[in-house]
């Protein structure tokens, strides 16, 4: 075979069989030989890897010792076992024994056609990690147990258990699995008991603890029970299941769920059939919250006919999944999917009222509208989804998606957006936006590598900040995004004061995903006036360059006049204490220094200071008796934590 892969994936290499046969059908001697050749598994290199089996007796006993021996990756791998070949396609293997690194199973098997297997094998991976280039994944911890089946074809026995403390893989961890099963007529009517329990499955996103599956037969079906809490929240599964013919039928009795205030529970007894590769569901109705979810319909390798309606469905139920989404508001809407798996037809209509997240919340966005339509045919997906929200918010996403060759996709996007929804997360400063912001832009590609091409209009904004007293009037902007980032074609506008500003420039996605930034600000004769300590006028021109945990600012700022006004009253939250020592100890007696800490220079919010302030005697200070005329210099360096200023104003 000169090309593994064709036979599996993941394998790459070649391997070559050898057979040697000699003697007669009643008095035979085999030799077969399977080696590899520069062969690897999941990326891990395969050395040395051959199986070898050496055989005597006729063709209707043929028997001999098979022995397996290499290496993947850094683990040894070793196996042996006396193996029997004969009528009826019959294959047995006694003395089996398999170590791979440091972890066995022995035992015996043995497989005739039309007959149940038989054996027993005994597992004690102490080491799971040795698994890793088999597996082709990472894993770690340990599992002993075993597995066994005996019995004659009427009524075989499956027998099972399983211990394992803690087992870590594909990112999720299993912590204090226990499995004990007796169970007959395992292939057919089945009667028995099981029973599974697990401490803990965490993953990334959730936790599940207290798992536990039970089996028993009751009345000629078996009846299971599951529990456990997701993320919390306690559910509870119980029904029941018969084999029929070659499928199952399954009932659930009573499906529950319980996060916080919110219950989902089955209506009523809901039914399920497999089948010969198809499955059937009747009845399946689930309350939640006030809402509730229907479906019905049939699955099978030639047709398909589903259909789901949802009333009023709350979205929170997928916190008790992921938490972290934090979802809120109602879902209601209606899907079928019909056709055939190999052409399915779909259609969807759904609405999402109150919509929230808690990525929305983070940045003070009220919740929203969403409305979606789908139709699925000829491998072509047609989508449409639009938000709408408070202040005439409108968002919305046009266009398809071609499932087969590559999911390539073409979206036309448009929206018009208040700015006044950033005022809720500038409320600390009291700072006002108005205006609105227009998109248009279309979205191609896939959904793994993007790209778009948008554009964002800011026609005529307005932006007040108490704080400083700039008033900003007569804002334009046009803006436009890409895969790549954001460029600032243009930004720019009056103070309503007098005197003008603008911004420019882009705001790029770097390496490793890092985005970094490089803008101009530029300032003529731009007046500010807070009406009670300060007004003035000035010219600059700053750059702002960097990636954002490591901007830098530079450039010069000239001040054209600056009046500052000292108040004649201070305010009344300013209270002067006459405190008094008496008999105070000599460490209270003097004057103690604080010395002050200076906040560490680091982290995303700190910017390296270069910039120049020019006064050209151009300060004006009055107030309480004074009236002086300052002029000077500063240059600023350090960072925005711990700026370090070298001039002064005199």
């Not at 030989?33 to 006729?58: H, M, N």
């Not at 529970?265 to 590769?277: H, P």
């Not at 900003?472 to 890409?482: A, H």
């Amino acid at each position: 075979v000169g090309d593994l892969a064709a036979v599996q994936p993941g394998l790459t290499g070649a391997a070559k069989l050898t057979v040697a046969l000699r003697g007669t059908p009643a008095i035979l001697s085999s030799k077969v030989r399977v080696s590899t050749r520069d062969a690897t598994w999941s990326g891990k290199a395969i050395a040395g890897l051959a199986f070898d089996f050496d055989g005597t007796g006729p063709l209707t006993a043929h028997g001999g010792r098979a022995e397996l021996k290499g290496r993947v990756g850094r683990q040894p791998l070793a196996g042996s076992a006396q193996v029997t070949l004969g009528r009826g396609g019959l294959f047995s293997a006694q003395d089996v024994s398999v170590k791979i690194g440091r972890n066995t199973m022995t035992g015996h098997l043995r497989f005739a056609a039309g007959a149940t297997p038989s054996g027993k094998l005994v597992v004690k991976a102490g080491h799971l990690a040795d698994l890793d280039a088999i597996l082709g994944q990472s894993i770690s911890g340990a599992l002993t147990g075993d597995v066994e089946i005996f019995g004659d074809d009427a009524s075989p026995v499956l027998r099972v258990n399983a211990e394992a403390p803690v087992i870590a893989i594909a990112g999720s961890t299993l912590k204090r699995l226990t499995a004990a099963a007796v169970l007959r007529d395992f292939t057919g009517k089945m009667t028995g008991r099981a029973s599974v329990t697990l401490a803990e499955l965490a993953s990334t996103t959730s936790t599940a603890r207290k798992l536990s599956l039970d089996l028993r037969d009751r009345e000629g079906r078996m009846a299971f029970a599951a529990a456990g809490r997701i993320n919390g929240a306690p559910m509870r599964v119980d029904g029941s299941f018969q084999h029929q013919g070659n499928g199952v039928d399954v009932t659930v009795d009573r499906a529950e769920l319980r996060h916080g205030r919110l219950q989902v529970k089955l209506v009523e007894r809901a039914q399920f059939g497999f089948a010969d590769g198809s499955l059937r569901i009747r009845r399946l109705r689930l309350a939640a919250g006030g809402g509730q979810l229907a479906l019905d319909g049939d699955a099978s390798r030639d047709a398909l006919n589903l259909k789901a309606r949802i009333e009023r469905v709350p979205a929170t139920i997928a916190n008790a999944f992921v938490p972290d989404l934090g979802l809120g508001g109602t879902v209601s809407g209606r899907a079928r999917l019909s056709g055939s798996p190999a052409k399915p037809i779909a259609k969807v209509d759904a609405t999402w009222r109150q919509a929230t997240a808690a990525a929305l919340r983070d940045n003070h966005l009220p919740p929203v509208t969403i409305e979606l339509s789908g139709d699925v045919r000829d491998d072509t997906a047609k989508v449409r989804l639009v938000a709408r929200g408070s202040q005439s918010l409108h968002l919305s996403a046009e266009g398809q998606v071609r499932i087969k060759p590559k999911n390539e996709m073409r979206f036309r996007l448009t929206g018009d957006l208040p700015l006044a929804l950033g005022n809720a997360a500038l409320a600390t400063r009291a700072t006002q936006l108005s205006g609105r912001a227009r998109l248009s832009g279309i979205v191609t590609g896939t959904a793994g590598a993007p790209k778009i091409d948008a554009k964002v209009q800011i026609p005529d904004a307005t932006v007040f900040d108490p704080a400083t007293g700039i008033k900003l009037k007569r804002v334009t902007g046009s803006l436009e995004v890409t895969e790549r980032g954001l460029v600032i074609r243009t930004l720019k506008g009056e103070s309503a004061f007098g005197g003008w500003f603008s911004v420019a420039g882009t705001l790029a996605r770097g390496g490793a995903g890092q985005a970094r930034a490089d803008l101009v600000a530029q300032l003529g004769q731009f007046k500010f006036n807070d009406r009670q300590l300060m007004a003035g006028e000035v010219d600059g021109n700053v750059t702002l360059v960097g990636p954002l945990d490591g901007l830098a600012a530079k450039g010069r700022i000239v001040l054209r006049r600056l009046d500052v006004m000292v108040p004649a009253v201070a305010p009344r939250s300013i209270a002067a204490l006459n405190v008094k020592h008496v008999n105070a100890p000599e460490h209270l007696a003097k004057p103690v220094r604080v010395k002050q800490q200076r906040p560490a220079d680091a982290g995303p919010s700190r910017i390296a200071l270069d910039l120049h302030l020019d006064a050209a005697n151009r300060i004006f200070v009055k107030g309480r008796g004074l009236d002086a005329q300052l002029g000077g210099g500063l240059t600023v360096r350090g960072t925005s934590a711990v700026p370090v200023a070298d001039g002064g104003f005199v």
